[in-house]
Structure formats: C-alpha cells, structure tokens
C-alpha cells in the first residue's frame, strides 16, 4: 500500500494530506481557495492518485503561505508513499493541450528536488488566486516530494488553460513516473542503488 497522511501545522497553516498513489483519482479537498481546490481536484482525477487535503490558513492576509504549505504537505506525502521508490518507471512527460494552450511536463522522481518553471500569464490573478502563486505550489511541491521537474506552456492565451494544462501535465507525468515497472519491481532505478 503506497499511502501516506502528512499533517502539517505552523503559525500560519493547518494541513492534513492524505495520498494513495495506487487510487482510482477520489479526491476530498478544501483549501479555502476555490481555484486551488480545482486544479488539486485535477491533480487527482488525472494521476489516479486519491488525495485529501483540509487546510485552514491565514487568507485573511493573502493566499500565499496556504498555497505554499499545500503544495509542501501533498509533496511530502506523495514522497513518503514511495518509500524508498523501489521499481518505479522514475521518469516520464506529459503534453497537455486545452483548447489553444499546449504544456508540457518532464520529471525524473529523484530524490533531488528542482524546479523549472517557463510559464507565463498575461494577468495578475485567476478568480480570487494570484497568478505569481502557481510557481510558488509547483516549487513547494517538488521540493517535498523530491522531484525533478520542468514544466513549460510551450503556447496560449487563456490563463485558465494554461495553469490547468500544467497541472493535468504534473498529474499524467506523475501516474507514469511512479508507476511500478513490472520487469524491475523490486529494485530501484538507479545504478547507485538508491534514488
């Protein structure tokens, strides 16, 4: 069973992440922030992986430390549910079109953290969300979860397709990378023996 419940408290959040990273793609989450909750809601549906995310933060100063600790929280419990990410595919991408937008998502699940990010957006919000926070949940993300990952909006125009053509990429790139390779399920991907 690759699950793992991260909770996750400071002076400005409290979170509670629950992962199956061998789901159906349930998810239960509620962040507070509408948009976020969207885009977390199709992290799961599209990796199949079952997320629940409860988190109360300090939105009355603004969106960034529960967009951050988020994106922490969920990385670190999906890093968690690989253990030590025995027999996993390891890398993968994913190309994502909606509508005019085209994305694209590559990541190696590493155990080295990095983040790409060659994404831009032509206004300073999407609903209630700052746009600038999107790089911010993506960077979190892969640090908790120890990934490598670049992600790219090779092309668009609606702001709303980009950042969701990036996340429905994270998702697909995901279900691959930590998908188990049948042939070599028992051994890590790495010729040092440990990732």
């Known amino acids: 069973m690759r699950t793992a419940t991260v909770e996750r408290k400071t002076k400005e959040t409290e979170i509670s992440v629950t992962v199956d990273l061998d789901g159906t793609g349930i998810y239960d989450v509620s962040t507070g922030i509408g948009f976020l909750d969207h885009m977390l809601e199709q992290l799961s549906r599209h990796s199949l992986m079952d997320l629940t995310v409860k988190a109360k933060g300090d939105l009355h100063i603004d969106f960034h430390h529960t967009t951050e600790d988020t994106g922490i929280a ?51 919000k999407l609903g209630d969300m700052d746009t600038e926070l999107f790089k911010e949940w993506f ?57």
């Open 74 to 124: 969920i990385g670190e419990a999906v890093s968690q549910a690989l253990g030590e990410r025995k027999g996993i595919t390891r890398y993968a991408s994913a190309l994502i079109p909606m509508d005019e937008t085209l994305s694209r998502v590559a990541m190696d699940v590493s155990n080295r953290p990095y983040l790409i990010w060659r994404v831009e957006f032509s206004k300073p």
């Open 139 to 195: 960077q979190a993300f892969a640090q908790g979860a120890g990934i490598t990952l670049h992600v790219d909006n090779l092309y668009g125009e609606n702001n709303h397709h980009i950042v969701e053509s990036c996340y429905k990429g994270l998702a697909r790139a995901l279900r691959d990378a930590i998908e188990i390779d049948p042939r070599k399920a028992d051994e890590v991907p790495s010729t040092k023996g440990v990732l």
